[in-house]
């Protein structure tokens, strides 16, 4: 991290990261882009999901504790579905979870999407969106997950950024890293939404962030300007007033 003359961060979380490890650093943040017009273009597919849940499942994904939040919860709902996309060395072990639970009715697994628009329709169709991961450097799926209407549960830890995308209880929750901490916070995302508005505090918070004006931003590291100047400050993401933002 010493090496280069400047280190382009893509969420503030890691940016104050890098700073505490070295003060002298030279690190400016560009945050992810997401493309609000693909998304709405992506139509929801196939049977309705309660809990969907995608990315590479690796061990600090805790992909386990989610599979042990849906044992929980199938005891008040036993017809409760979830969909886990991803491949990594954590699925064959959690799909010997899932059958030692006898949640084999209850759990799918999906390999990865070529097509992100397949992913976009499988959110669509689904109530949850969970993140169980202990470490994320921004959390793009959160973003991508809102937009299309899915509140998020992520989890509280000191290297997960993603925890910094969510208002709690306007666009998802925060909760503990256990299973019963997931279970209670999914709950409240599949009973009565109250406050709960994904797309709208997406919209609101993101809306300068398609890709074209990420790219911009970073033109501007490379050369060198500003990202304060005047003439940028309107492609900037408003700022949050949450506590949890």
Do not use: Y
Request: with cysteine; aromatic share 4%; hydrophobic share 40%.
């Amino acid at each position: 991290m010493r090496l280069p003359k400047e280190i382009i961060s893509n969420s503030v979380h890691t940016t104050e990261r890098l700073r505490e490890l070295d003060p002298r650093l030279k690190v400016r943040t560009v945050e992810l882009g997401i493309d609000f017009d693909q998304i709405a273009r992506a139509g929801a597919s196939g049977p309705t999901t309660d809990i969907l849940s995608a990315g590479r499942l690796l061990r600090n994904k805790n992909i386990d504790h989610l599979v042990r939040a849906i044992d929980i919860l199938r005891t008040g709902r036993p017809a409760i579905r979830a969909v886990i996309v991803g491949e990594g060395p954590e699925r064959l072990p959690l799909e010997w979870l899932v059958s030692d639970l006898g949640l084999r009715d209850n759990v799918q697994f999906l390999d990865f999407m070529p097509n992100h628009d397949d992913l976009f329709s499988l959110m669509k169709s689904s109530k949850v969106f969970v993140l169980p991961s202990e470490r994320e450097g921004f959390g793009l799926v959160v973003l991508e997950a809102n937009a299309c209407g899915l509140p998020v549960v992520t989890v509280r830890h000191p290297e997960n950024a993603a925890q910094r995308l969510i208002l709690e209880g306007e666009n998802g929750f925060v909760t503990s890293l256990d299973p019963a901490g997931l279970a209670e916070a999914i709950l409240r995302c599949l009973g009565p939404p109250k406050g709960l508005d994904p797309l709208g505090v997406v919209r609101e918070r993101f809306a300068g962030n398609d890709w074209s004006a990420v790219a911009r931003r970073f033109a501007c590291v490379l050369e060198g300007r500003n990202l304060e100047q005047p003439e940028w400050e309107a492609l900037a993401p408003a700022p949050a007033e949450h506590p949890h933002a």
